[in-house]
C-alpha cells in the first residue's frame, strides 16, 4: 500500500508541477479566454435552437421509419405542430443558422474587451460591430435568393472557425492602428462618446476595406470555403474517438490535482464542440444520417455523467462526516455539481481516489466508445442545460431514444461498483481515526 501511495504522490506532483502550469497558461491567453466568454454568453440560444429542432421534428419520431411505429400518435403531433412550424424554423434561422456571425461579433466585443486593458482607446462595442462587418466581408451578397436564403448556412456552424479567426484578425488590426495612432484627434473639450466614434473612424475604414479586398477582391476565389475545408479537417480530427479520449483523461487528471479540469480543455475543445454538436442539429433537422459520435454531449450524458453515485456511497457510510457530506451533497450531484464531493471528501489530491477517478473513467469512456460502435448509444442531436441530470439529459438530447436513457443510468451503476472497493478501504481508514480522535477525546 505504501509503494502504490508512493507512485501515485510521484503522480499528482508529476501532473501538478510539469503538465498543469503551461495547460493554465494556455487557457489564460487571451483568445481562448475571449472564446470561452463567447460561447457561455451563446449557450442559451444554442439550446433555443435545439429545441426548437427537436420539436419541429417530434411527429417523425412516432412513424415507421422513427422507430415508434404510432402513425396515430405522429399524426396528432403534426396537426399541433405544423402551424407553429414557421416560427419554430425562425427559431433555429436566428440562433444555430447565423451561429458564426453571432460568435464574431461576441468574440470581437470580449477579446477588444481585453485589448481595452492595454490599449485604452479601444472601445469593445466598436470592435464587436467591426467583426461581425469584417465576416461579412467574405459573403457574396449578389448569391442571396429573394427569400434571403444564405447558401447553405455559410454563416452557421460551417463557417464556426472562419469567423473566430476573422474576428481575430479584425480587432487585432484595429488595435495596432488605435495603438500607432492612425486615427482623427478630437480637442479635448468632446465628449467621450462622440470622440470614440471619431477616433474609431480611420481605424475601421482600414480595417473593412482590407477585409472586403481579401473577401471578394478575388475572382474565382472564396476564401471563406478556405478556411472552411482547412478548418473541417481540423473538427473531423477532433471528432475522433481517440482525441476525445486524451481530451477527457487529460479533463481527468487536471480535476485530480484541484484544477478546473472541465473549463481548461473546453477552452480548447469549445470551437470543435460547438460545430460538432450543430452539424448533428443539422442532420436531425434534415433527416439525414448523424455526421458525429462523440461530441461533448456524448461524454457528458454517457460518461462523465455525475458524483451521484459517490454521494450515494457517502450517505451509506457510517463515517461521520461522509454521512453528512453525502446528505448535503446528494441533491446537487443530481444536477451535476461535483464540487462538494471533489472538495470535502475529497477526490481531489487522495491517492486512494486516483484510480476509479482517472483509471475508473477511462474504461467507462473506452466501455462506452465500444457500444457506440456495436450501434447501441445513439448520437447526440441537441443540447441541454448542464444541470441537468443525465439520464434526462440522454433522453432529450438523443431525440427521445428510450436506450439512451437506459445506457446513461447503467454508467451510474457502473461508476458506483468501480468507486466502491476504493471508497471503502478509504472509508476504513477514517473510521480507524474516528475511533482514535474518540478515545483521545474520552481520555481527556
Known sequence: M??????????????????????????????????QMTFMTLMPYMIIGATATLINNLPGLFTSDGGFNLPQVADFLTKIITPVQPILLQLVFVTINILALLVAILNGYNLGKINSQKVPKVTPLVTSVLSGVSLLCFIDFAKLSENFDWPNYILGSPSLFAGIIISILSVELYTFLVKKDITIKMPNGVPPMIAAAFTSIVPVTLVVIVFAIFGQGFENFDFLTIFNKLFSYLVVGGSSWVTQFFAFLLDRLLWFVGLHGSNIVSSVMSPIWTTQITDNIAAFSAHKDIPYMFTEQWINNYVRVSLFPVALLCTLSKVKRFNVLGKLSLPGTIFNIAEPVMYGLPVVLNPIMFVPWVIGFACTFLLNVGLAFLGLTPPMVAMTVWTMPAPLAAFIGSGFKVSSLIISLLNFVLIFFIFYPFFKVYEKQELEKEKLMEAEQAVE
Open 2 to 35: 505504501e509503494n502504490s501511495a508512493g507512485i501515485l504522490t510521484k503522480i499528482t506532483d508529476f501532473i501538478e508541477n510539469k503538465v498543469s502550469p503551461p495547460l493554465v497558461r494556455l487557457s489564460k491567453m487571451k483568445y481562448l479566454e475571449s472564446l
